[in-house]
């Protein structure tokens, strides 16, 4: 039992490195980018060939792929995104999910569909087991590590939010651009490094993931629906609500897959249908203005 839900913290821990980027383009730049796991295919795939083909180690791989998807994230929202944000919602889904379908195809053309294998360096390859019986605690050394690393990112991004003076600058332009910007805030600069940092924390997210989720050319249709639920129940106002969401949702999808395999996609979505019953809104709600 402490086994399952150490996996499912693991898992939540991911699902919410993976979707943060998204919560913020939706709640604080109101903008529904459903390409968002484009980003973190791609950081996986930056992860993938730099081992690969280049002998790059994996630690070092983890901060490259994060600048390689914010680099493209940056130049996306600079040609594409931008001109977007004041179209219509139905406009911004069509045009994201164009982009995963090409996406998906560019990779499945240039790189193939076959399903990635990342060879994980030895001390991340172990397990240790504590305790006996039912209550065995048995935590792989990978899914610790994800645990510390996303809780880190976690606690940074918290503090940057909360706490920074581009946090603020975020806050203001997303309550009024035209007070921000008559107030000396740079609004542009201020999105696009917003938009950035979330694609590099996707990328990042598909690289941590690769070897627990799988990597292939669908990977950004695939989990889509995940991301989409954390941002959902999560609420876009801060960064509790989508934490505590991934990590609901990643402890229910653990358990019901391990308990009920045949029912654990059902246990998600019942969770999920009757938490946005509870709290249609989402776990926590700020509202905010484009």
Not at 242 to 269: H, N, Q, R, S, T
């Amino acid at each position: 039992m402490l086994t399952i839900l150490f996996d499912g913290i693991a898992y939540g821990m991911l699902l919410f490195i993976l979707a943060v980027g998204l919560a913020v383009t939706m709640g604080l730049m109101n903008f529904i980018n459903l390409a968002h796991g484009a980003f973190a295919m791609a950081g996986g795939y930056i992860t993938v060939l730099l081992m690969q083909r280049f002998g790059v180690p994996f630690l070092l791989c983890l901060p490259l792929a994060f600048i390689g998807s914010a680099l493209l994230g940056g130049v996306l929202e600079r040609t594409l995104y931008r001109p977007l944000y004041h179209k219509p919602h139905l406009d911004q889904v069509l045009f994201s999910i164009g982009l995963v379908f090409m996406a998906v195809a560019s990779v499945d053309y240039f790189v193939g569909s076959t399903q990635q294998i990342i060879q994980l360096p030895e001390w991340l390859k172990g397990r240790t087991e504590l305790g006996s019986g039912a209550w065995m605690l048995g935590m792989g050394h990978y899914r610790l590590f994800i645990i510390a690393v996303c809780a880190a990112l976690t606690v940074g991004l918290q503090y940057v939010l909360g706490y920074t003076r581009f946090g603020s600058r975020l806050r203001a332009s997303v309550d009024d651009q035209r007070v921000a910007a008559g107030l000396g805030i740079n609004v542009n600069m201020v999105f696009l490094t917003t938009f950035a940092v979330g694609s590099g924390l996707a990328g990042l997210g598909g690289a941590l993931g690769a070897e627990v989720l799988g990597l292939d050319p669908s990977f950004p249709l695939k989990f889509m629906v995940y991301f989409l639920i954390v941002v959902a129940v999560g609420g876009t106002s801060s960064i509790t609500g989508p934490l505590l969401a991934a990590l609901l949702l990643g402890i229910a999808d653990v358990a019901g897959k391990y308990y009920i395999p045949k029912l654990g996609a059902f246990i998600v979505y019942s969770l999920m249908i009757a938490i946005l019953i509870w709290r249609p809104q989402g776990l926590f709600v700020r509202k905010g203005g484009k």
